[in-house]
């Protein structure tokens, strides 16, 4: 009779979980793990008593619950369901489960509270719950766990107060996480835990303000994670103490002062965590012996050369440092020239820094480097060409520096990987070079406030990761600041006039900054093929010529901003289409006529616009055709006037010239007229005018 099946050594199945599998009543070790296995459970009544091992973890088992006929496997003392994103919540029937000694149930959707009933499972060594959707308070059950080992919880919805009850029967703890959850550590100042740690993860727990003097017992930790916990204080010289060396240490986020000791426990694996703290003093010289150091967001201060360059680590024939950040501190002087002893060196920040003098040779040799980050320091000269050596790059920012020349042309030759490319607020002068179209992957590309001239390559709609508005890329970004190197991107992107550092998301940002430099020519019409991109900034420039008609086809656009330069015509109509914009700026060009209607366009203050002969809404200034009834009436009453103006001007002249024919015409042309009409008025007009003024005399003086 089958006992024994193993699917993973069977084959990747794609399938559903078969009913025939839960039908071998005979089945002692079922081991299912990572066998592609789709849907969810199969629906059935089985009862498996002879059933001791169950690993299905890592399949696709969604929108599934566990099913009631799991809880009923009395001989089961192994269950594996981790990485199905299983839904529903937890039977209470799992308090039948009496023999199991280690159940995995991580990384899927369950909700709800932790049944009390978990309290019967008295053979229970191993309990990983962790990354559900598990609230309610601490669980109260587990205090009855006494031969629980290993107890995962983290990153869960769980919130309350955590006492000294909660783990006076846990004396056999040896790994305890519970990182990402809302609780709230409140015991006794003398409390000595009844456990010996090796493990001890409480990132974001409410621990504070003092260091936790608790610590002190656990003379076998190896492992602490103390981040974003409110502690406060000098670290105690005992804690460095605690073990020779730690295998990893997190103290970042809190508010801890003072300086770092001279010598680190630190090994050739040791991952040491003391970011955003507010530590002085120089760096401690072994510290770079480990695998990963993060000393970022400090107060650290002086040369980095007798940490980085020290004899000892010359003469070591294994440098495992692979991540080493150092940036947002108060380092100074020249960046050291002896690189080539990290050559497992992935990552290195030193951003923002008071680092001066040129980027060293020695940078050359990682060829293994996939970010650097020099960005806000007074660094000079021109970007050296050795940086072709580190072909893996995938991350370069050389913003805010004193860096002058050329972009090279080097970075589209030998740096393909480029995803990231920050360039900003440096003394960078001459075109664009073509070669940077060769950057496919590049979906960050920021060049401004340079002294650019020369015209936009036209060839930037080669920028693939841009053009395609799918933007679920996945990169290989190195870790500052996570858990044993898993991925944390990151980059400093400006978006809408503001400066903002991207982490995990920065696979859904696309932007093109090449704002306050002095380029001409035209906007390429080439650049409205880039359907992915977010942000477009093109301000501050010489650009002239007219907006492309087809920018109406950069859908994902949501912030444009294309103002202070020369640029001409009409706002383009399919402008309009752009329903994601939210920042928007095409003031101080010679932009004329109406702006577009649209539910966004309209919806932007009027400086968006100003400095051009625009009219209509946002701006105070109608356009005519904004009232066709108005102007036409308007029109119509101006026609009445100068109709009536013409024909009263008509008539007076038609009259005068009548008059002047009828009377002085005769005159003119006929003697028998001139003579008659000097008659009358000599012999009867003049002397009826004589006698009327005498009467009127004698009238005036009687």
């Not at 009436?633 to 009263?648: L, N, Q, R, S, V």
Request: a neutral charge; charged letters at 15%; aromatic letters at 10%.
């Amino acid at each position: 009779m089958l006992s024994v099946l193993e699917g993973y050594k069977l084959n990747n199945f794609n399938s559903v979980l078969p009913d025939w599998i839960f039908s071998l009543s005979n089945l002692i070790r079922l081991d299912l793990y990572d066998s592609n296995f789709i849907g969810p459970f199969p629906n059935g009544s089985w009862i498996l008593n002879s059933l001791t091992h169950l690993a299905a973890g890592h399949n696709y088992l969604s929108n599934s619950t566990i099913p009631s006929y799991l809880y009923g496997f009395p001989s089961l003392e192994y269950l594996d369901l981790s990485n199905n994103n299983l839904q529903g919540v937890l039977s209470s029937a799992i308090g039948n489960l009496t023999s199991i000694s280690s159940l995995h149930l991580s990384n899927n959707s369950l909700k709800g509270e932790l049944p009390m009933s978990t309290r019967n499972l008295c053979n229970l060594q191993t309990l990983d719950i962790s990354y559900n959707q598990l609230n309610g308070s601490f669980p109260e059950s587990l205090a009855s766990l006494s031969n629980l080992t290993r107890l995962d919880i983290a990153s869960n919805q769980l919130e309350g107060v955590v006492t000294e009850a909660h783990f006076v029967n846990l004396t056999r703890l040896s790994a305890f996480s519970a990182s990402g959850n809302s609780l709230i550590l409140r015991v006794s100042p003398d409390w000595i835990p009844p456990f010996h740690l090796r493990l001890l993860l409480m990132g974001s727990w409410n621990l504070g303000p003092q260091f936790p003097t608790r610590l002190k017992s656990q003379k076998d930790i190896q492992t602490v994670k103390l981040a974003s916990t409110g502690i406060s204080g000098i670290v105690p010289s005992w804690f460095w103490n605690l073990s020779v060396s730690f295998s990893y240490v997190n103290l970042c986020n809190n508010q801890l002062y003072g300086e770092l000791p001279v010598q680190l426990p630190t090994s050739a694996f040791s991952v040491i965590y003391l970011c955003s703290n507010k530590f002085n003093g120089t760096i401690p010289r072994n510290s770079l012996h480990s695998w990963q150091l993060d000393l970022s967001n400090n107060s650290l201060s002086g040369d980095i050369s007798e940490a980085l360059c020290h004899p000892k680590v010359e003469n070591d024939l294994f440098s495992p440092l692979t991540i080493l950040n150092l940036g947002d501190n108060l380092l100074s002087g020249n960046i050291p020239d002896c690189w080539a002893n990290w050559p497992s060196l992935l990552g290195i920040n030193m951003g923002n820094n008071n680092l001066t003098g040129k980027i060293p040779s020695s940078m050359g040799s990682l060829q293994r480097l996939q970010l650097l980050y020099l960005r806000n320091n007074s660094l000079s000269g021109e970007i050296p060409s050795f940086l072709i050596n580190c072909t893996a790059l995938e991350n370069l920012d050389l913003s805010l520096n004193e860096f002058v020349g050329g972009i090279p042309k080097f970075f589209g030759v030998g740096l393909s990987n480029l995803k990231i490319l920050n360039l900003r607020s440096n003394k960078l002068n001459g075109q664009i070079p073509l070669e940077l179209c060769r950057l496919t992957g590049l979906q960050v590309l920021d060049a401004a406030i340079n002294n650019l001239s020369g015209t936009i390559p036209i060839c930037f709609n080669n920028f693939s990761a841009m053009v395609t508005k799918n933007h679920s890329r996945r990169h290989s970004f190195i870790a500052f600041g996570d858990f044993f190197g898993i991925p944390s991107e990151k980059a400093y992107v400006v978006m809408k006039g503001r400066e903002d550092m991207y982490a995990e998301i920065v696979s859904l940002v696309t932007s093109l900054d090449l704002s306050s430099n002095k380029l001409s020519g035209e906007i390429p019409k080439q650049l409205t093929s880039l359907q992915g991109l977010i942000s477009l900034n093109l301000s501050g420039n010489h650009l002239r010529g007219n907006i492309p008609n087809e920018i109406g086809n950069m859908g994902s656009i949501i912030s444009l901003d294309i103002s202070r330069n020369l640029l001409s015509g009409k706002i383009p109509q399919s402008m309009a289409n752009l329903n994601f914009l939210s920042n928007f700026n095409v003031s101080f060009n010679n932009l004329s006529g109406e702006i577009p209607l649209s539910t966004q366009l309209q919806s932007f203050n009027a400086s968006s616009f100003i400095g051009n002969q625009l009219c209509g809404l946002p701006l105070p200034n109608k356009c005519r055709a904004d009232h066709n009834t108005s102007v036409e009436d308007t029109e119509d009453e101006e026609g009445d006037k100068d109709e009536e103006e013409y024909w009263f001007r008509l008539g007076v002249a038609v009259g005068f010239s009548v008059g002047f024919l009828g009377v002085i015409s005769p005159l003119v042309f006929y003697r028998f007229y001139r003579r008659a009409y000097y008659w009358f008025f000599q012999e009867y007009l003049w002397y009826k005018i004589l006698d009327c003024y005498i009467k009127f005399k004698r009238v005036v003086r009687i």
